[in-house]
């Protein structure tokens, strides 16, 4: 285990509350792609039963965070715990995942991926995801290959969502979804997870999920800049997420 000590005051966290409240630690979290820092220094404490935007700018580190959560690559410096744990096998339980690109055999039938995940998952819901399936208008006896991409998006979300996990964390969940659609994913999305249970979203989609945060983070050149209640930042700044967001990132 890296022995680490936090360095900045951009600390997310509700310590305060108890410590048993934290789902998610980073500490001092370094990741460098050869010469390039993506990642500097990151030190990031989420608390239990939030929706948490993580926003800022492509290139930003976003998704490089996202994967050295989820254990898809390792980091050079700190320490990341889950629900106290180290990243591992016991973590990977923990979390529910949504890439944002598509990777599910694009040949198989619905059904069959979601069999697939029943028995991958002990915490998967059958009945929970053919009910999503069915609200959105999705057959279960159809391929992924006949899907328009957004289409494609929405399974993979429902598979996401249909387990009783701890940690969600969805990258750009809506990327491919057409405006009529948002509001249903998001509906989905504050519905489907359990009481107690942490989403973490990344989105570039600011003023259609802001209505549903709890907590933003902003990230930018791999440093966090921002770790505010959504509510809070709103009433100190008179201005919506989004334009704090426009003004803080100039765009």
Same mark, same amino acid.
């Given at each position: 285990?890296?022995?680490?000590?936090?360095?900045?005051?951009?600390?997310?966290?509700?310590?305060?509350?108890?410590?048993?409240?934290?789902?998610?630690?980073?500490?001092?979290?370094?990741?460098?792609?050869?010469?390039?820092?993506?990642?500097?220094?990151?030190?990031?404490?989420?608390? +239990?039963?939030? !929706?948490?935007? @993580?926003?800022?700018? $492509?290139?930003?580190?976003?998704?490089?965070?996202? #994967?050295? =959560?989820?254990?898809?690559?390792?980091?050079?410096?700190?320490?990341?715990?889950?629900?106290?744990?180290?990243?591992?096998?016991?973590? +990977?339980?923990? !979390?529910?995942? @949504?890439?944002?690109? $598509?990777?599910?055999?694009?040949?198989?039938?619905? #059904?069959? =991926?979601?069999?697939?995940?029943?028995?991958?998952?002990?915490?998967?819901?059958?009945?929970?995801?053919?009910?999503?399936?069915?609200?959105?208008?999705?057959?279960?006896?159809?391929?992924?290959?006949?899907?328009?991409?957004?289409?494609?998006?929405?399974?993979?979300?429902?598979?996401?969502?249909?387990?009783?996990?701890?940690?969600?964390?969805?990258?750009?969940?809506?990327?491919?979804?057409?405006?009529?659609?948002?509001?249903?994913?998001?509906?989905?999305?504050?519905?489907?997870?359990?009481?107690?249970?942490?989403?973490?979203?990344?989105?570039?989609?600011?003023?259609?999920?802001?209505?549903?945060?709890?907590?933003?983070?902003?990230?930018?050149?791999?440093?966090?800049?921002?770790?505010?209640?959504?509510?809070?930042?709103?009433?100190?700044?008179?201005?919506?997420?989004?334009?704090?967001?426009?003004?803080?990132?100039?765009?």
């Amino acid at each position: 285990m890296v022995k680490v000590s936090y360095k900045n005051q951009f600390t997310y966290n509700f310590i305060m509350r108890g410590m048993n409240n934290l789902l998610l630690e980073c500490k001092n979290v370094c990741k460098n792609y050869g010469r390039k820092e993506v990642l500097k220094d990151i030190n990031l404490s989420l608390s +239990k039963g939030k !929706i948490i935007g @993580l926003l800022g700018k $492509n290139g930003s580190g976003k998704t490089t965070l996202i #994967k050295a =959560i989820n254990g898809l690559l390792s980091i050079d410096n700190g320490q990341i715990l889950i629900d106290g744990k180290e990243i591992g096998i016991e973590t +990977k339980k923990i !979390i529910s995942y @949504l890439p944002e690109r $598509n990777y599910l055999n694009i040949h198989r039938k619905v #059904k069959d =991926i979601i069999d697939y995940f029943a028995d991958f998952y002990e915490d998967f819901d059958k009945d929970k995801a053919y009910k999503l399936l069915a609200d959105l208008d999705i057959r279960a006896e159809d391929k992924l290959a006949t899907m328009s991409k957004g289409m494609r998006e929405k399974v993979q979300l429902v598979l996401v969502m249909s387990r009783q996990a701890k940690l969600y964390i969805l990258d750009e969940p809506m990327g491919g979804v057409d405006p009529a659609t948002r509001d249903y994913i998001l509906d989905t999305i504050l519905s489907g997870f359990n009481n107690g249970a942490t989403i973490l979203m990344s989105t570039h989609l600011i003023s259609d999920i802001e209505r549903v945060l709890d907590e933003v983070v902003f990230i930018d050149n791999g440093k966090i800049t921002r770790c505010e209640s959504a509510d809070k930042l709103r009433k100190s700044t008179g201005k919506s997420i989004d334009e704090v967001f426009r003004e803080d990132f100039k765009c």
